[in-house]
């Protein structure tokens, strides 16, 4: 029951279908259409998919590239490239393959659970058109969001709250590395949702999928994250409220 509450769905880092085929099915069961208020999306939904790509061994592909890029010491974009590679090698390979098979949009998808949707660009999405952040405001709350890969280092909380000032916002959703954080700072709040398939980063192949949800419609805020282990849905609860001290500086 969503009377009296303004729910914002956080998530992103979808990497479909290069590192992920879908959300898990338990969570599209959840993500139902009339519950939502906003959609917040961190970036890299990536492309549609015209073949099917073979998740476990592409997966597998990754893990044997992963000490060979650290070794190098390589980032998480070449990485993305010998991903290409391989998909394009998969797909020569495999002759059998439907060629009407078409994925879904994750963006027309997402449309279908809430019209009001707000996407930051991603470093592996091929629309040009999401900003690199943004800003909302819902309620007495102002929210910036940005995908995290311009923050560096990467997921660093210095370097997050430099960001969360300069966008002079209450809340800093960011993404990029897959793992859900989320802590208050100065007079704020820094969120990352995780990846909501579970696709590997370019550190880990160990990633539980995993999505936020916030009820910003009063202070406190209530952060609920929903988080897939072991083919069950764990949700844990956490309370932010609000002082009066600003962001800025």
């Known amino acids: 029951e969503t009377f009296g509450m303004v729910l914002v769905l956080a998530l992103g880092d979808l990497h479909i279908p290069h590192r992920a085929p879908d959300l898990p099915p338990k969570f599209k069961s959840m993500l139902v259409p ?11 939904l990536c492309i549609k998919s015209s073949v099917p790509i073979n998740i ?18 390589t980032d998480g974009l070449v990485m993305h490239y010998f ?20 994925l879904q949009e994750v963006h027309d998808y997402l449309k279908t659970i809430c019209s009001d949707l707000q996407i930051t ?11 690199e952040t ?8 102002k929210l910036g969001v940005c995908h995290g890969h311009q923050v560096i280092p ?13 966008l002079d916002v209450d809340i800093l959703v960011t993404g990029h590395t897959h793992q859900f954080t989320a802590y208050k700072h100065e007079a704020g709040v820094v969120i990352n949702p995780g990846s909501a398939t579970g696709a590997y980063s370019s550190v880990t ?8 949800l ?25 309370d932010f409220k609000k002082t009066t001290a600003t962001t800025a500086h």
């Open 56 to 73: 476990p061994l592409m997966a597998i592909f990754h893990a044997m590239l992963l000490p060979v890029c650290f070794f190098m010491g």
């Open 154 to 166: 990467w997921g660093d909380l210095d370097s997050l709250a430099m960001l969360q000032r300069q």
């Open 34 to 44: 009339g519950k939502i208020q906003h959609i917040i999306c961190t970036g890299n």
């Open 83 to 102: 991903e290409v590679a391989f998909a394009e090698l998969w797909m020569d390979l495999k002759a059998d393959y439907s060629t009407d098979y078409l």
């Open 205 to 212: 192949c160990d990633v539980n999928p995993s999505f936020v």
């Open 214 to 238: 916030m009820d910003i419609d009063a202070t406190p805020v209530v952060v609920y994250v929903y988080e897939l282990v072991d083919g069950e849905v764990k949700v844990d609860k956490i």
């Open 121 to 131: 660009q991603g470093e592996y999405d091929e629309e040009t058109h999401y900003p």
């Open 134 to 141: 943004k800003t909302l405001t819902i309620g007495q709350f």
